[in-house]
């Protein structure tokens, strides 16, 4: 039985049970068990099996960790945060009947989130001294809200906007106002939703104006600085439909503020940014806040294949036989070798253990993930325009 409820959505039970499979898993195993065979095996976890130098964050081990925890296997992967391009990323060893089944899950929990940690450090490197949210959970199926926002941590975003995924990866939420609550007030009413925002929440939440709702931001900006004493920014969130030049408004924006002595009231942007908004507009906006591009990223294309069995390395066709291993050099490059011959002068070996006789052995620290990230993109280049 799956788990039951109003919504569409399994839970972490069907998930540990292995019950997330595809039905042909299923398959694999009565065949296997009907015909006596339980082999040892060793498979691994890639996108491309030679490195091809378009880099792709890693993310989503922590969910992988906790797959196999209990389970009489062996697990290494790429530490977190961790940039590759090409062989391994992961690896599991062990009876295969003991985790054939969790396959589809195991490849769903890495390509998605390494997606959206991928966009989100684009998203970074693009702006790399603004603060850059993420607003993109709204654009996702909810129960994969704290996926999206750990994963965009590890891309080194600076926050997030979900309220109950912050809880559950412990992290506060932030956020202040959206154009509903302007037109809750009405048209010509700005000022008193501005500052019933100011009197209402707590005075740790930045004071930040929504400015773009009725008027243009110039009018609407002036006036919100008047209403609320000790104004933080404003944000300017104007659908691309209505915006025209937008770099042109935010620098207007920040003129007439500075003419009239308010030029401690920053400009932070929102509204369908990428990386190329980002940059063109990082030298006159003080933040950004980016969803879709973040949120919506296509997986990263993973396929888990068996390269061992009993000993004795095998693949199917167009993948690579043997037990490997990924490393990096001094110079950036990664490299790709099997794990009985030397590696690389000077060769990192990046694959760590990650599960040992279904015991977790490693921790997760979603700001040491982004701090790596941040350092492996400038080591491979990763995010220059």
């Known amino acids: 039985?799956?788990?039951?409820?109003?919504?569409?959505?399994?839970?972490?039970?069907?998930?540990?049970?292995?019950?997330?499979?595809?039905?042909?898993?299923?398959?694999?195993?009565?065949?296997?068990?009907?015909?006596?065979?339980?082999?040892?095996v060793v498979a691994e976890v890639t996108a491309d099996q030679f490195p091809t130098g378009e880099f792709e964050v890693l993310a989503g081990v922590k969910d992988l960790a906790h797959l196999f925890e209990d389970l009489p296997v062996d697990v290494d992967a790429l530490p977190e945060g961790q940039l590759f391009d090409g062989g391994p990323v992961a690896r599991i060893e062990g009876k295969y009947l003991d985790f054939c089944r969790f396959e589809t899950a195991?490849?769903?929990?890495?390509?998605?989130?390494?997606?959206?940690?991928?966009?989100?450090?684009?998203?970074?490197?693009?702006?790399?001294?603004?603060?850059?949210?993420?607003f993109g959970s709204r654009h996702v199926h909810p129960t994969i809200a704290p996926v999206v926002e750990r994963s965009a941590l590890i891309g080194d975003l600076d926050g997030i906007s979900n309220v109950a995924a912050g809880e559950m990866i412990d992290r506060e939420a932030?956020?202040?106002?959206?154009?509903?609550?302007?037109?809750?007030?009405?048209?010509?009413?700005?000022?008193?939703?501005?500052?019933?925002?100011?009197?209402?929440?707590?005075?740790?939440?930045?004071?930040?104006?929504?400015?773009?709702?009725?008027?243009?931001?110039?009018?609407?900006?002036?006036?919100?600085?008047?209403?609320?004493?000790?104004?933080?920014?404003?944000?300017?969130?104007?659908?691309s439909s209505r915006r025209g030049d937008f770099r042109h408004i935010v620098r207007e924006v920040k003129w007439e503020l500075d003419a009239r002595g308010h030029d401690d009231?920053?400009?932070?942007?929102?509204?369908?940014?990428?990386?190329?908004?980002?940059?063109?507009?990082?030298?006159?906006?003080?933040?950004?806040?980016?969803?879709?591009?973040?949120?919506?990223?296509?997986?990263v294309d993973f396929a888990l294949d068996i390269?061992?069995?009993?000993?004795?390395?095998?693949?199917?066709?167009?993948?690579?036989?043997?037990?490997?291993?990924?490393?990096?050099?001094?110079?950036?490059s990664h490299h790709i070798g099997l794990t009985d011959r030397p590696g690389p002068v000077d060769g990192e070996s990046l694959l760590k253990p990650l599960v040992r006789d279904g015991e977790i052995v490693r921790e997760f620290d979603i700001d040491e993930a982004a701090q790596r990230a941040r350092q492996d993109a400038n080591a491979v280049g990763f995010g220059v325009e």
């Open 174 to 239: 932030g956020g202040t106002m959206p154009h509903a609550l302007l037109l809750c007030f009405g048209r010509g009413e700005q000022e008193a939703a501005w500052r019933a925002f100011d009197e209402a929440v707590p005075a740790d939440v930045p004071r930040v104006a929504l400015c773009d709702t009725f008027t243009d931001e110039v009018d609407e900006t002036l006036r919100a600085v008047e209403a609320v004493e000790d104004l933080d920014s404003v944000r300017l969130d104007t659908t």
């Open 265 to 299: 009231v920053g400009v932070f942007v929102s509204g369908g940014l990428g990386p190329e908004e980002l940059r063109h507009l990082r030298d006159v906006a003080d933040g950004f806040g980016v969803g879709g591009y973040v949120s919506n990223a296509d997986p």
């Open 106 to 134: 195991l490849l769903g929990f890495l390509s998605h989130a390494s997606g959206i940690a991928t966009n989100a450090l684009r998203a970074r490197l693009a702006a790399p001294d603004s603060t850059v949210l993420s």
């Open 1 to 40: 039985m799956t788990d039951s409820g109003p919504f569409d959505f399994l839970g972490s039970e069907a998930i540990q049970d292995g019950r997330v499979t595809d039905a042909y898993f299923d398959r694999t195993v009565e065949a296997l068990e009907h015909a006596g065979k339980t082999p040892h």
């Open 307 to 332: 390269v061992e069995v009993d000993g004795e390395p095998i693949s199917k066709r167009g993948k690579l036989t043997g037990v490997k291993d990924a490393y990096r050099t001094p110079d950036g």
